[in-house]
């Protein structure tokens, strides 16, 4: 006589349920988009390069990774490459654009997310060369660029050509704030170019979004950007 096992019955409770397509992709949707703003806001985020105000550091159409977080815990140091919002300092607060409505805006912000959007007007990025309490002067008799007395050497990233700038100043840092300027000095408006500014040409460390670490686009162009000698001597 064979005796037949009766498979044991799982529970209903416990039955695997398995939700519609129609529910599950756009679940699936929402949840990677969550998490690419949590990493953008958090973590790293993709900036596109619209200018050519850092060249040879930063080209017209390169891709930069962004470190969100590193400023959670530090502040700004010299040499480094920030992405900043230039709003109240390059810029007037009236300059932002208005709003485009909110699913224009989502869009825009979903594809600056991944760098394939440009940043806004008011967004810039810039090399540190002076932060809180620095003397920056230019120049030396030798043409160069000095931070508390000390010439800094700028060959390893300047614009072939140009000069560290054309431009006199001897400002003083004011605490919280950074002096910053482009690689291509002879086409990059920082610092320099709003002096006559309400914010004197500074900008407020608490303007900074984060640091621009690797160059991640074009395919050919991927490298690290490194800290300049001269800053690493100064930040010890």
């Not at 810039?124 to 000095?146: H, L, M, N, P, S």
């Not at 704030?177 to 500074?202: E, I, N, T, Y």
Request: proline share 9%; glycine share 8%.
């Amino acid at each position: 006589m064979t005796v037949v096992e009766e498979e044991p019955q799982v529970p209903q409770s416990r039955q695997k349920r398995r939700i519609p397509f129609w529910i599950e992709l756009p679940l699936v949707l929402i949840v990677a988009v969550l998490l690419a703003f949590f990493v953008k806001t958090f973590i790293v985020q993709v900036f596109y390069i619209p200018s050519g105000s850092m060249e040879n550091t930063l080209q017209v159409g390169d891709r930069v990774a962004v470190n969100r977080f590193e400023y959670r815990l530090g502040e700004p140091q010299r040499g480094d490459v920030i992405v900043f919002d230039g709003v109240d300092s390059f810029v007037p607060a009236s300059a932002e654009p208005p709003s485009e409505g909110p699913v224009r805006e989502f869009v825009k912000e979903l594809g600056r997310t991944v760098g394939i959007v440009p940043p806004p007007d008011t967004v810039f990025v810039k090399r540190v060369i002076g932060v809180g309490g620095d003397q920056v002067k230019c120049c030396d008799e030798a043409g160069q660029i000095t931070v508390n007395g000390q010439p800094i050497s700028e060959s390893a990233y300047l614009f072939p050509g140009d000069a560290p700038s054309n431009t006199p100043f001897d400002v003083i840092v004011p605490e919280g704030k950074l002096w910053v300027m482009g690689d291509h000095r002879s086409a990059s408006a920082d610092s320099r170019a709003h002096q006559g500014d309400p914010g004197g040409g500074f900008v407020p460390v608490d303007r900074v979004l984060g640091e621009a670490f690797a160059v991640i686009w074009p395919w050919d162009q991927i490298q690290w950007i490194s800290e300049p000698a001269w800053a690493e001597q100064l930040n010890q």
